[in-house]
């Protein structure tokens, strides 16, 4: 075996958790080696950037998440396109498929989420495609510019990754048939009313959305390319191409039998620390703290991967910091509509209070319980959303002034003296508090 390389703090994953814990490491120790493996051969870019990659050719100059020096400022070596083989935890030592061991002090891991894929008949076939990396937009464009005419594609799966598909590859001039398994699309973070007003602006854009049934086998031509599939009531689709976008699961491969502890993700605590001493976990692979639900959740979007990523970067770095807790957000605007939820979406029984306002092609809802907001959906007007998700996160009391949540006149000026003095303030925080109150960036969508 070749001699490891000696490594303080090493970091797999080069996504939002990854950079983070980088910029928060070199907040506290600007000298300590710091190494970023990531098994993708570019720097860091928004993943949720790459539809209009696909859809508009912007290259990865413009979908870049840290300007390109990024890694020389922060004296941090990157080991790109290469991927871990194996790690060992006892002896803290990783080896990649290069065949380069490094031996490490500190380990976070940021690896993300894989896509899932059914073991469907024909899903090997050409023309068959995921669309989580950059490389998968780049395959897809390289089809596109490959065929000639009309060309037909299924989007199997309509949550955040199959819309987003589905709206590039409309821009590329591909007709496109969405396929979802429940009963509504978008349905893992929208209600069926939200997702209706949805679906409305995808149909009015002529995408051919079925719901209610499942892919059961990608049909082959005799040269082995895609050129239909076939639903599991019988019905077929021609087709030229298909997206398979179901979703992601988190990447536990690494730590399977090396005894971290896993449920669905890598089980962490509010330092985002794992069961092995010295490693840590954020991100997509990370189970944290919801604090909606009062509980570790697998919660896999783009400001919870890098808040997390920080918290991990201070402890590893040596100065504590606990984890607030995220829950799932997302602000899109897919085909023309603006859509904002967080926490819950739907209630799970009676117990709980909805608040609601709709007409005109909006729609605000808001879910309570003992008087504090647990979940929220705003669709077509989002403008004063923010207020409300730092309401929700902050464990806010909203029982005397409930309704005005939904009202088209809400504010600041909405809220009761004292809370809406606290908004405007900011707070005197120690550095370790590192989750500011919540803006809504454009980026807020990252996976399923």
């Known amino acids: 075996m070749a001699r490891a390389e000696k490594i303080k703090y090493l970091i797999i994953g080069n996504s939002a958790g990854g950079i983070g814990a980088a910029e928060a490491i070199r907040g506290v120790d600007k000298a ?27 290259p ?41 061991t490094i031996a490490w002090q500190k380990l976070l891991l940021a690896t993300g989420g894989s896509p899932i894929v059914p073991g469907m008949e024909g899903k090997d076939l050409k023309g068959v495609f995921t669309f989580t990396t950059l490389d998968d937009a780049k395959a897809i464009d390289k089809f596109l510019k490959q065929r000639q005419g009309k060309i037909k594609a299924v989007v199997i799966g309509g949550g955040l990754i199959g819309v987003s598909a ?22 893992t973070i929208l209600d069926e009313e939200a997702a209706a007003l949805e679906a409305v602006a995808l149909s009015g854009a002529g995408v051919d959305i079925i719901t209610g049934h499942t892919v059961a086998r990608i049909n082959s031509s005799l040269l082995g390319e895609v050129n239909g599939i076939s639903l599991d009531d019988g019905r077929s689709i021609p087709c030229d191409m298909v997206v398979v976008a179901i979703g992601v699961t988190p990447r536990l491969d690494l730590v399977a039998g090396n005894g971290v502890k896993t449920n669905r993700g890598i089980i962490v605590d509010r330092r985002m620390a794992t069961s092995v001493p010295g490693v840590y976990a954020c991100g997509d692979v990370a189970e944290a703290y919801d604090f909606v639900y009062g509980e570790n959740r697998v919660t896999p979007v783009w400001p919870n991967a890098y808040t997390g990523g920080r918290v991990a970067g201070l402890n590893i770095a040596g100065k504590k910091a606990e984890y607030g807790g995220g829950t799932a957000m997302n602000a899109l605007k897919y085909f023309g509509v603006n859509i904002l939820s967080a926490g819950m979406v739907t209630p799970p029984d009676d117990s709980y209070e909805v608040i609601s306002q709709r007409g005109d092609g909006i729609y605000r809802k808001v879910i309570i319980k003992g008087g504090e907001i647990l979940g929220m959906v705003f669709a077509g007007d989002i403008e004063k959303a923010g207020i409300i998700y730092n309401l ?17 006149d809400f504010g600041l000026a909405s809220l009761p003296e004292k809370i809406w003095r606290a908004r405007l303030e900011i707070p005197a925080s120690e550095e370790a508090s590192i989750v500011p109150p919540v803006e809504l960036p454009e980026e807020a969508v990252i996976d399923e």
Do not use: C
């Not at 001039?173 to 349905?187: A, T």
């Open 166 to 187: 589905t709206e590039a590859l409309l821009k590329r001039g591909v007709e496109v048939s969405i396929v979802e398994m429940k009963d509504w699309i978008l349905n």
């Open 32 to 58: 300590g080696t710091l190494t970023i493996v990531s098994d993708e051969p570019y720097p860091a870019y928004s993943r949720p950037l790459i539809s209009e990659h696909l859809s508009e050719g912007r």
């Open 392 to 408: 929700m996160k902050d464990g806010v009391n909203v029982a005397a002034f409930k309704e005005a949540l939904v009202a088209d």
């Open 60 to 100: 990865l100059e413009k979908i870049l998440y840290r300007p390109a020096d990024f890694y020389d400022k922060n004296k941090i070596k990157t080991l790109f396109g290469d991927k871990v083989a194996q790690i060992n935890f006892s002896e803290r030592t990783l080896e990649l498929e290069s065949g380069r």
